[in-house]
Nanobody
């Protein structure tokens, strides 16, 4: 089992920045990849960015050039640096970790990001 705890959400004006953190604990050795998803009211949860154990990254087209995912292996933490935020980035952001041979999905509790215009 992998436990994930997010932090760093909040209210920011359009054009501003926030950094989300996701601290992993438990069976961290089994993690294959970690990433961020978001879900806006009335919309489906969507992938934002992820980073593999090898360091490869991938981003949704809507955030490319504005968001950066990174990790600190010593702290078992993944970050999402969000710059040039837009009102459409408003959502609950969830940390996700894929673990084990079956790439089981583990979720954090979510953190609210609100971008005002």
């Amino acid at each position: 089992q992998v436990q994930l705890v997010e932090s760093g959400g909040g209210l920011v004006q359009a054009g501003g920045s926030l950094r989300l953190s996701c601290a992993a604990s438990g069976s961290i050795f089994s993690i294959n990849a970690m990433g961020w998803y978001r879900q806006a009211p009335g919309k489906q949860r969507e992938s934002v960015a992820f980073i593999t154990s090898g360091g490869s990254t991938n981003y949704a087209d809507s955030v490319k050039g504005r968001f950066t995912i990174s990790r600190d292996n010593a702290k078992n933490t993944v970050y999402l640096q969000m710059n040039s935020l837009k009102p459409e980035d408003t959502a609950v952001y969830y940390c996700n970790a894929l673990s084990g041979k079956d790439y089981r999905s583990n979720w954090g509790q979510g953190t609210q990001v609100t971008v005002s215009s």
